[in-house]
């Protein structure tokens, strides 16, 4: 596949995966105080199941301040610090939320902290208790206040909107290298690449493989001017100005004549045409 084909494919791809995402957003949105409450009950769920308790219920999850949350139960248990960890990390990461918070296990007698712990996005800077004690069974209420940015993790929206603009852009730099590098010049030996053709301006001649084409003065700075404007029309008086000026008497078909000319020498590649635009002029089509 060639670079232009693989530019436009791959902006495609990014393109339709944002809208299919970003139409998804749209029609189901999910707050982060949502996101949190799914998040905290599951992790109270599997608590409770850690404990072969499937008949008591995990009370509303209660939104005590921004970004500070409750979660308690209707009886009595046990928690074991370790598994508490490890409960509460999985339900967090698997609703996509900021993976920096403070949890705090209070005594629903006194408010006395039990049992804390603060995750970090980084291992090292956790600081997380040993958890080889379990606390004795006892009511608990459980908060967790996030400490990291809420938008970090849970709104991907920039993501998407940022993957769509580089979908586009990937598609117009696949157009742009297909139609800038058509024609292409080459330093060395002086020459110009036309298709399969190299053109000598100096010398005044094609070359195709070990062919020479002669080209007289007239059609070399007509095709020159072709050249320097690839797939682009070029007006019949634009033409006509620039190599006839100065440069003798025009007769009215000199120009067709000369075009039809080129078309002749350049027919033996299929890549390149020289069309006429009826009623403006010209154009060099290099695919």
Known sequence: MSKKGIYISIGLIAIVLSVYNLSSLETNPVTFSEKVKLALRDAGNQLLLNHQDSTSVVLPIKELQPLKYELSFEKSLIIEPDSLVDILDRSIKKAQLPDEYLTEVLQCVDQEVAYSFDMKKSVDTDIIPCGTRDLPKNCYTITVRFTGNPEELSNNTIWWYFLLILGFVLIALGFIKGRSKTVETVENNNHITIGSFYFYPEQNKLV????????????????????????????????????????????????????????????????????????????????
């Open 208 to 287: 195709k493989q070990a062919t020479e084409i002669s080209l007289s003065k007239k059609e070399c700075e007509i095709l020159a001017m072709f050249v320097e404007r690839p797939n682009e029309i070029i007006k019949r008086d634009e033409l006509t100005k620039a190599v006839w000026e100065d440069n003798g008497v025009f007769v009215g078909r000199s120009l067709d004549t000369y075009i039809s000319k080129l078309r002749k020498k350049l027919k033996d590649d299929k890549s390149i045409k020289l069309t006429n635009v009826h009623g403006v002029g010209y154009k060099l089509e290099v695919n």
